[in-house]
């Protein structure tokens, strides 16, 4: 019984996504908002745009059960980041939430939301980099308890903070604003151009030569820096 303030973990040794894993323990009744699932490996992890999220033992796979709120792709990034940083990584965030050293992807964040109830996945590469051009903690020299980090990014992410504050601590760790940016913005909308700003609403704001776009989700891809 977790005592009070606690969050209800629902921990397995394997599954194949814990975003599925949550989906299915609140249509069954078994998990409410507060509710963290977190794997040891999935077998069928999943990123953002359909892509695979490879999952072996030694990463952090969970998902937070937690309140829907138009800021929260930002407000995820940002909890991640703050946890990591309380470790000492310098993390910082490409837009809207990669979790990114330098060039280097340390961790993604895929959210699936209805109205009321958002499921907020966050995998973290703690010992192994599955991917060429990734990163890990332990590359970083950082060595994490993944269950303490766990709870680390659900404080942050159930904390009341407000909009503007968000907004501005958001910005302070963007890896994206001034950086030369593609944006793929799904219906065959690709914006070339350069990253001036992120406006209220967590809208990437791009400098094109037609004028500045918001865009509110989509992929984002930083041009390599020269020199
Ligand atoms: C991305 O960068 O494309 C997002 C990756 C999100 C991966 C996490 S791991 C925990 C949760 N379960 C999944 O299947 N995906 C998310």
């Not at 249509?27 to 999943?46: H, M």
């Amino acid at each position: 019984m977790p005592r009070d303030g606690e969050p209800v973990v629902h921990s397995f040794d394997s599954v194949s996504s814990t975003q599925r894993a949550a989906r299915d323990l609140l249509e069954g009744g078994r998990a409410r908002v507060g509710d963290i699932v977190v794997a040891d490996q999935q077998t069928d992890g999943r990123g953002r745009f359909g892509r695979v999220w490879t999952s072996p033992p030694g990463g952090l796979y969970a998902t937070f059960i937690v309140p829907s709120d138009r800021l929260l792709a930002l407000r995820a990034g940002l909890a991640a980041a703050r946890a990591l940083e309380a470790l000492g990584a310098a993390v910082r965030l490409k837009w809207p939430n990669d979790l990114v050293v330098g060039e280097r992807k340390l961790g993604g964040i895929l959210i699936e939301a209805n109205a009321d109830v958002a499921r907020v996945g966050i995998g973290i590469n703690l010992t192994t980099s599955p991917l060429g051009d990734a990163t890990s903690l332990l590359d970083l020299g950082v060595r994490a308890d993944r269950d303490t980090l766990v709870r680390a990014i659900h404080s942050e992410l159930m904390a009341q903070e407000s909009e503007a504050g968000i907004l501005d601590s958001y910005r302070a760790r963007s890896a994206t604003l001034g950086r030369s940016v593609r944006v793929d913005a799904g219906a065959g909308r690709t914006l070339d151009g350069r990253a001036v700003g992120i406006d209220a609403l967590g809208r990437l704001l791009v400098e094109t030569r037609d004028g500045v776009d918001a865009v509110s989700s989509g992929d984002c891809l930083h041009a390599p820096i020269v020199g």
